[in-house]
């Protein structure tokens, strides 16, 4: 896996989570210069005057650029990576979006309920021609330990990019190569990209059949608690995205399949690949507080999504249905009054063949 560059980028992250920090070691060490901006104002304050320590795959301690705003953030860059929750995504792109130069490109990491085709739509209306990339997933998995420490877990071997204009994904796949190094492929499209995402389908069965550990702050390591009966529930998910899917002309591949080429299991039942990752990693713990991304995100922006394009192709969505259903009873919240991208998009109102349009 190449871990050094021939060519220099200067690389914008909006973000200062465990994501952002962890790419932005990633591509310093790499040679790359790097300008991290904190959407929520103060994150990435310390690294004005200390070093980014990076433990894990890759450990180092580098150096990095602190923008004040959105405007500071786009002039320093040629290229602008998207590290935050989905749940911020509109808000961000909303503030990129008049700094935003023609020729640019935008990377979201990772991308839901086509957040990329709001911002690429946003884009054109204001008359600018911009490429944006997406990733179904994130390039590395990580924990943040402090707003200048991170321990990046996984460097996954491969990750699929799309883009739009769909014409610049051979250039976004170049691009993402000579930023992160190699494993990238091309995707045929950002909604094979948001479909390609399995976080929603594994996280929502972990987070409600686990809610009560969740609530009381225990120490869990989730892959233990993928038990049969949760692995089940993600298989009856998987399933139906895998439908939904397939109504949109996208063939993917199992939830068993992602798992083995982003972490090198063997087993080909998704209860002995839980058993396999908790042998080999000892976790990751499962989340201590309610206010998780695997509900606040995956649900409104993941599951909630997959039921608004089984809507428009006429495919069922039972367990999907369930599971959002379970979650929003358990939180008081209705998470599907939750998602901000789905009424600008126009879903309610969308066609198969108007989305694939548009894409």
């Keep these: 896996m190449t871990e050094t560059t021939t060519k220099i980028h200067r690389v914008g992250i909006a973000g200062t989570g465990a994501i952002a920090l962890a790419s932005a070691a990633w591509l310093r060490h790499a040679g790359h210069a790097v300008t991290l901006w904190s959407p929520g104002g103060q994150g990435a304050e310390a690294l004005r005057t200390q070093e980014l320590e990076a433990s894990g795959v890759q450990p180092c ?26 749940n911020g995504h ?23 309920s086509l957040s990329s085709l709001y911002l690429c739509e946003s884009a054109r ?28 877990m996984t460097r996954r071997k491969a990750v699929g990019v799309s883009a739009l204009p769909v ?24 909604l094979a990209s948001a479909l390609a995402n399995v976080n929603p389908q594994s996280h929502g069965p972990l987070a409600v059949f686990n809610w009560t550990r969740i609530e009381r702050a225990e120490n869990w390591p989730q892959y233990h608690c993928m038990t049969p009966g949760v692995s089940r529930a993600i298989e009856a998910l998987d399933l139906e995205r895998r439908a939904v899917a397939r109504a949109f002309g996208i063939e993917l591949g199992p939830i068993e399949e992602h798992f083995a080429r982003s972490f ?7 209860e002995d690949i839980a058993a396999e990752l908790h042998a080999k990693r000892g976790g990751p713990p499962g989340p201590v507080d309610t206010g998780t991304r695997y509900v606040t995100e995956d649900m409104p922006y993941g599951l909630v999504f997959i039921e608004a394009l089984g809507a428009i192709a006429g495919v069922p969505t039972p367990a999907t249905r ?20 789905l009424a600008p998009l126009g879903l309610a109102n969308e066609t198969v063949a108007g989305l694939l349009g548009r894409l």
Excluded: W, Y
Aim: glycine share 8%; aromatic share 4%; proline share 2%.
């Design 90 to 112: 509109r808000h961000v792109m909303d503030a990129l979006l008049p700094f935003i130069r023609d020729g640019q490109t935008v990377i979201v990491s990772s991308m839901a």
């Design 264 to 270: 090198g299991t063997a087993s080909t039942r998704l």
């Design 167 to 190: 014409a610049h994904v051979g250039q976004a796949v170049a691009l993402c190569t000579e930023l992160f190094g190699d494993g990238f492929f091309a995707q045929e499209s950002t």
């Design 61 to 86: 301690s580098v150096t990095v650029e602190v923008a004040d705003d959105p405007a500071q953030l786009c002039h320093a860059s040629d290229v602008l990576l998207l590290a935050l929750p989905v």
């Design 322 to 341: 369930t599971i959002v259903d379970a979650a929003s009873l358990v939180n008081g919240i209705d998470f599907r009054r939750e998602n901000d991208l």
């Design 125 to 152: 209306r204001a008359g600018k021609r911009v490429t944006v990339a997406s990733f179904g997933t994130t390039v590395l998995t990580a924990r943040r330990a402090s707003g200048t420490q991170v321990k990046v």
